[in-house]
């Protein structure tokens, strides 16, 4: 039961992310999608993020073991029947706040976009669509390393 919510959150993640991709896809800023997880949180400075609106940079970060977090408190101590159990993790369901919604729509979205890219491992930094740094976990520091490559340096 709890599978099939998720392959519904996931088929509704991707339909968004369908709409989400077509839209940015018009716009002239440097698109950097983050793939991490929890525990390996990306680094940046609040005055870093705000200079990356400054310089038209669209930032978005996926924690790709949301889905995992989610069903972990969905699960956690429902009983051994699977109709009671199923009761309770319906109704965890309708209480969940839109914070929570949130998180696991991106993680969604994130593990399609993941798909898609080929990315393998993480955490990975992708920019424009076209190019991935693996293992990093500074913002600055990655994008230092996609600039030197746009313009054929060495970082």
């Known amino acids: 039961m709890i599978r099939i919510l998720f392959i519904m ?41 705000t200079k990356a609106a400054d310089q038209n940079i669209d930032l978005q970060v996926y924690k790709l073991d949301g889905i995992q977090r989610f069903e972990t408190l969905l699960s956690n101590n429902l009983p051994a029947d699977p109709d009671h159990s199923k009761q309770i993790a319906l109704q965890r369901i309708q209480q969940l706040d839109e914070q929570t919604m949130a998180a696991v729509q991106s993680a969604a979205v994130g593990l399609a976009k993941a798909m898609q890219y080929g990315v393998d491992r993480y955490p990975a930094i992708v920019f424009d669509g076209e190019a991935v740094i693996y293992g990093l976990t500074d913002l600055r520091i990655a994008l230092n390393h996609y600039q030197a490559w746009r313009v054929g340096a060495r970082p």
């Open 9 to 49: 959150l996931m088929l509704a993640a991707v339909i968004g992310f369908s709409r989400a991709h077509a839209t940015s896809a018009n716009q002239q800023a440097l698109s950097v999608e983050v793939f991490t997880t929890a525990d390996r949180e990306v680094q940046w400075e609040l005055e870093d993020e």
